[in-house]
């Protein structure tokens, strides 16, 4: 009997894996329990999540939908360079630019690789149950009546809050991490020596271009969890008034209507990441803080992993242990740096945040740029070897 396997979510990292699985021959259904997913402000794909792309066929086209990102400036809030790298520093660095996108652009090129009628949105997965031959999951769609649905498989790509996570690991602790981040699009094009971040005591602001005509932005700072204001642009616009630019004209160029805020939450750690036919991957398995740019690349990179152990199907269960086990070693390092990150930028008093960001003009570039470089960089990315895969 043909194996079947069902991805949960159709985020960034179910959708990649639901192409990749695709690709190698596999049948596959994407559960997704919003209507629409095309929500989102932009998101930055390094190198790293390139590679894997390409390994999926579907780089180029993500490279041809964005605006490219070449040095990495970092700036104080008054105009002052704490690092002025040079303007090709990403592609000496990392092997290419990395690319920033709207999420719906990178939604619409993942979907746009899978077979027609392959995504089933407005349907929730409730629960789930591993059975004899596979896995049984308890659906909730627009209909009035709860369904349920077998298949060979599932892999969870169901974000932070994964029901299929708590499935393998029992209830999850989410703790605030005292500060929320902003996010928007504006209409203007950015001066690409100045894409990058500016600082200040306890806040951050992030600028990249998005193609030609637009520049991605956010911001974070320290706030009470589930605050919010009438108006969030506005208050930025304030907040931000008497920094140098790009930071006002950004804003200034942004739709109110466009503008996200989401509180900065860490997750528990998922203890096991992969139980029989049942799998995690994306934020499901490995949820971090923004601060790496690195939560939607390692989704990527998870699909075209996952793919490689997964081969033609005929041991899922084994295919999903060695996956995990492979995985957790490049994941676990940037799970702990960006909460360090986090920590650091949004240091209580300010003035420890402050000299801590001053501070960064004293890391030397050479040391720098070869971290970024293991982390994010092209070759970064690595593909599991035939011993990885069917170890002896």
């Keep these: ?10 985020g960034i990292a179910g959708l990649a894996t639901a192409v990749a699985l695709q690709r190698r021959g596999l049948d596959v259904t994407v559960f997704e329990d919003r209507a629409d997913t095309l929500s989102g402000a932009g998101i930055s794909i390094w190198p790293n999540g390139l590679a894997a792309l390409d390994a999926i066929g579907l780089g180029d086209a993500v490279r041809g939908a964005g605006g490219r990102v070449t040095a990495g400036a970092v700036r104080w809030r008054d105009g002052t360079w704490l690092r002025r790298p040079h303007p090709d520093r990403m592609v000496r660095a990392l092997g290419e630019p990395l690319v920033v996108v709207k999420r719906a652009t990178l939604t619409d090129v993942l979907t746009g690789g899978l077979a027609p009628d392959t995504v089933r949105h407005g349907v ?8 004899g031959d596979g896995v049984r999951l308890e659906l909730s769609d627009d209909t009035p009546d709860d369904t349920s649905y077998g298949a060979s ?19 999850m602790v989410y703790r ?3 500060y929320t981040a902003w996010r928007g699009v504006a209409a203007c ?47 930025l ?19 109110p209507a466009t503008v996200l805020r989401h509180d900065i939450y860490d997750r528990s750690a998922a203890r096991t990441w992969a139980r029989g036919p049942v799998v995690l991957v994306g934020d499901a398995a490995h949820a971090m803080r923004p601060h ?10 998870d699909a075209a992993i996952l793919a490689r152990f997964v081969g033609d199907g005929a041991d899922l269960p084994a295919a999903f242990g060695r996956f995990a086990a492979f995985r957790r070693r490049r994941v676990a390092p940037q799970i702990r740096e960006s909460a360090l990150v986090g920590r650091v930028v949004n240091l ?5 945040s402050a000299a801590a960001g001053r501070a960064t003009v004293l890391i030397p570039e050479a040391l720098l740029t070869r971290h970024l470089a293991a982390v994010a960089s092209h070759a970064a990315f690595a593909m599991p070897a035939d011993r990885d895969v069917q170890p002896a």
């Design 1 to 10: 009997m043909a194996k079947h396997i069902v991805v949960v979510g159709a």
């Design 124 to 131: 929730t997965v409730r629960g789930l149950a591993v059975t």
């Design 153 to 171: 498989a599932v892999v969870a790509a169901d974000g932070t809050r994964s029901v299929v996570a708590r499935h393998l690991n029992g209830p």
């Design 176 to 178: 605030y991490a005292g």
């Design 189 to 235: 094009p950015i001066d690409p020596d100045l894409a990058g971040e500016t600082l200040g005591p306890g806040v951050e602001f992030g600028h990249v271009p998005m193609g030609p005509d637009h520049t991605y932005w956010f911001a974070t700072e320290r706030a009470p969890e589930g605050a919010t204001t009438e108006d969030e642009l506005a208050y």
């Design 237 to 255: 616009r304030a907040r931000y008034s008497t920094w140098a630019e790009p930071v006002a004209a950004v804003l200034s160029a942004t739709d």
């Design 292 to 301: 790496l740019g690195q939560g939607g690349c390692q989704g990527l990179e």
């Design 348 to 352: 209580r008093p300010a003035f420890l």
